[in-house]
Each structure stands twice: as structure tokens, then as C-alpha cells.
């Protein structure tokens, strides 16, 4: 049996069940993960979870965390030897601010550029709430990888924030988002790294669709 087990809705479709996943494994957690399937009754247990989807939900020993950010919060305490966060004490305030925008903003984005890790989609039109969105996004990007010498946002290794931007960047993807050529390399680099493939691949492998819920999940 592993010692911990992670609760996720879909790889296909859910940008919170990934960050959270991806969290979990640079801990090194030896991981179970939980698929609740898109159908009716799997909607009403994930309701009885909460009042709200708490997936991806994290059960840890007797240790049950739920949100991604409290996720990131629980791994960085009980596994620092991960580094899960920059060295640096002004890098790691930088990696919050920015994990923390993603975590609470760019509703436009979420709303219009959902994660379908399947779907590839060409002359995609952008309104202007998205295009804001990504205009935000290329700039905390550009400004981390300039500061830190990437090739991820703080420097040599992933840290949370890349875990929680690694969702835009297979939108980015699916609906042929044109980039700068420094933030292109970074998308590229998020969708190569071995842990974003495995992820993938297990994708591909879920039912062709799923019903869909009432917010990005």
C-alpha cells in the first residue's frame, strides 16, 4: 500500500488535479492516485466531499489536505528536503506571489482556454479578457526566467510554481497560443519534463469524455 493517496477528478480535463499532482510526485511521495469518474454519482460524491469540488485532495497518513496551495504548504513542511521552493528567501516570496495569482486569478483564461490535453485547436480566436490573461502570464514568465536564468522559473529545478503555471502551458498548446521566443522554450521545456509525460500518457488512456462540471476542476 502507498503512503498517501491522491484524490484527482481527470488527467484529461482538470488543471487542479494536475498541479496538485505534480506537486505530490517532486515531493517523492509514494502515491495511489483516485480517478472519480464524470458521471452522476461521482458528481454527487465529490459535492458530499465539501460544499465545494475539494479535489485534488491529498490523504497523508492521517493527514487529509485539500486546495492545491494548502498541498504545496503541507509537502514544503513535511518533505523540505524536495525543495519545493526557491533557496533563496526573496526568490521564494516571489514563487508564493506569483503560485498565489495563478491560484486565485486569470478567471478569463480558465474560462475561455479550458485544459483538454487531447483537443488541438488552429485560428483559435482570443477575446479580450484572455488575451489580458496571457499577456499576464508572459510577464511574471519573462521576469523569473530573466531573473533566475531559467530553464524554469526559479533557476536549474521545478519548484510550485512551476506546478501551478504547468497547466497554461498545455492550453498554451492546445489552442496554438503564439509566445515570445523565451516563453515558447519555457512551454516547451513544462510539456517535455518527464513528470508532465507520464501525466500525459495516463491521459490518453481516460474515457474520450467526461460530463462536465459547473467550474474549471
Wanted: glycine share 6%; hydrophobic share 45%; charged share 25%.
Amino acid at each position: 500500500m502507498a503512503e498517501a493517496t491522491l484524490t484527482i477528478s481527470s488527467r484529461n480535463y482538470s488543471s487542479w488535479s494536475l498541479r496538485g499532482w505534480l506537486l505530490c510526485r517532486m515531493a517523492g511521495l509514494d502515491l495511489d492516485v483516485e480517478v472519480l469518474s464524470g458521471d452522476p454519482a461521482s458528481r454527487a460524491e465529490l459535492l458530499h466531499l465539501s460544499p465545494s469540488f475539494l479535489v485534488p485532495r491529498l490523504t497523508h497518513g492521517a493527514v487529509r489536505v485539500w486546495d492545491v496551495l494548502a498541498i504545496a504548504q503541507y509537502l514544503t513542511e513535511v518533505r523540505p528536503q524536495a525543495g519545493l521552493l526557491p533557496d533563496d528567501l526573496a526568490a521564494r516570496s516571489w514563487s508564493r506571489s506569483i503560485s498565489g495569482e495563478m491560484h486565485g486569478g486569470f478567471i478569463n483564461l480558465r474560462s475561455a482556454l479550458p485544459m483538454n490535453l487531447r483537443a488541438r485547436y488552429t485560428d483559435f480566436k482570443l477575446w479580450g479578457g484572455a488575451q489580458a490573461d496571457i499577456a499576464r502570464v508572459v510577464e511574471i514568465w519573462q521576469e523569473a526566467l530573466e531573473a533566475h536564468g531559467g530553464p524554469y522559473l526559479f533557476g536549474a529545478r521545478p519548484v510550485v510554481a512551476d506546478a501551478m503555471y504547468a497547466p497554461v502551458c498545455t492550453r498554451f498548446v492546445t489552442y496554438g497560443v503564439d509566445l515570445p521566443p523565451a516563453c515558447a522554450a519555457y512551454r516547451d521545456r513544462i510539456m517535455d519534463w518527464d513528470l508532465m509525460r507520464d501525466w500525459i500518457a495516463a491521459a490518453a488512456e481516460e474515457p474520450e469524455e467526461i460530463e462536465e462540471l459547473d467550474m474549471e476542476f
